[in-house]
């Protein structure tokens, strides 16, 4: 099977600057989720989506960061305005459920370098 | 809030060695516990998880990992390394088997192997 896409693979922008990255998890599956990786710590859970709705956003900073999972699909997240902090990896991943026997297949990631 | 701490950021083994990675969590509830691998521009890769039951598990490339709840320790095993297993290793805990995106990551193990 396909596995999970991240587009683009690396994005360099200055601050101020808006961004968005796109995923296409594995078709059928009903949970995606959205991971911000900064260097040197474990990816930090941003979003998670069942179908596409919202299940959890409790860590995204809503006053820049937003993420849309149109048709229950593929997903966008967007960065508006960028600050240097927001340099990281941004990984999606998905999995067919959040029962115990689905587990998460990660993308490879989008880097972002803010400037 | 859970946590999970991954006290060496850094270690090196020669190819043949036997390896272990320390892992300790603080969680007020029965944890679920995760070791994932991350080689160098990819996503991470689900090694072993623990649930219940036994507290030794088997995971894929031969690694193994013990659940110790007496130390809150959940270290991650291989008899003998091999060169393609350095890569970045994260634990995670999370608070649920259903919640499977809701983990909290270590902020990582980097494994250097040497020839």
């Known amino acids: 099977e396909a596995g999970v896409a991240q587009s683009p693979r690396y994005k360099i922008i200055e601050k101020r600057q808006s961004v968005a990255f796109w995923c296409n998890p594995i078709?059928?599956?009903?949970?995606l989720y959205w991971y911000q990786q900064i260097l040197g710590q474990g990816p930090k859970l941003l979003i998670q989506?069942?179908?596409?709705?919202?299940?959890?956003d409790s860590q995204l900073p809503k006053d820049r960061f937003s993420a849309e999972r149109l048709k229950g699909v593929d997903s966008t997240l967007k960065i508006q305005p960028a600050k240097l902090e927001d340099s990281a990896v941004y990984l999606c991943?998905?999995?067919?459920?959040?029962?115990?026997?689905?587990?998460?297949?990660f993308g490879n990631g989008t880097r972002l370098t803010v400037t | 809030a859970q946590s999970v701490t991954q006290p060496d950021i850094h270690i090196t083994v020669s190819e043949g060695a036997s390896l272990e990675l320390r892992c300790n969590y603080s969680?007020?509830?029965?944890?679920?516990l995760f070791w994932y691998v991350q080689s160098p521009g990819q996503g991470l890769q689900l090694l072993l998880k623990?649930?219940?039951?036994?507290?030794l598990v088997q995971g894929i490339k031969g690694f193994e990992a013990e659940f110790k709840r007496s130390q809150s320790s959940f270290n991650l095993r291989k008899p003998s390394v091999h060169w393609s297993d350095a890569a970045e290793y994260f634990c995670?805990?999370?608070?649920?088997?259903?919640?499977?995106?809701?983990?909290?990551f270590g902020q990582g193990t980097i494994l250097t192997v040497h020839p």
């Open positions: 991943a998905s999995s067919s459920t959040t029962g115990v026997n689905s587990p998460l297949h």
């Open positions: 078709s059928g599956h009903a949970t």
């Open positions: 989506f069942q179908n596409n709705g919202v299940v959890d």
């Open positions: 969680y007020g509830a029965t944890p679920y």
């Open positions: 623990y649930f219940s039951g036994d507290t």
């Open positions: 995670a805990v999370g608070p649920e088997p259903t919640s499977y995106g809701k983990l909290t």
